[in-house]
């Protein structure tokens, strides 16, 4: 997916950001306190085994980072913002 095409899916998955290289979508969350947190990254977890499209997570107490790249193409495809979008979905946006 060229960088246009990615520009033009992340007006659908709100506040995803694109790297400098356009292969890889991000967005940082935070939460009030560590439970929230966790409760998230688990939900994140179930939503990429049910799309069997995996995410790279990262997290701390009170934020969590989620990246989204298909590793078999070196960079994006569809596959990851309809990820990205349902995983919006779990906190209303």
């Known amino acids: 997916m060229d960088r246009e095409a990615a520009n033009n899916l992340l007006g659908q998955t709100k506040s995803w950001k694109l790297n400098d290289e356009a292969t890889e979508i991000q967005r940082t969350y935070t939460f009030r ?3 929230e947190t966790v409760a998230f990254v688990n939900a994140a977890a179930w939503i990429a085994h049910q799309e069997d499209h ?10 969590c980072r989620i990246r989204y790249s298909t590793h078999a193409i070196d960079g994006l495809s569809i ?8 995983i919006n979905d779990l906190i209303g946006e």
């Open 33 to 35: 306190n560590y439970y």
């Open 54 to 63: 995996h995410a790279d997570i990262e997290f701390g107490y009170k934020n």
């Open 79 to 86: 596959n990851d913002f309809i990820c990205a979008a349902k």
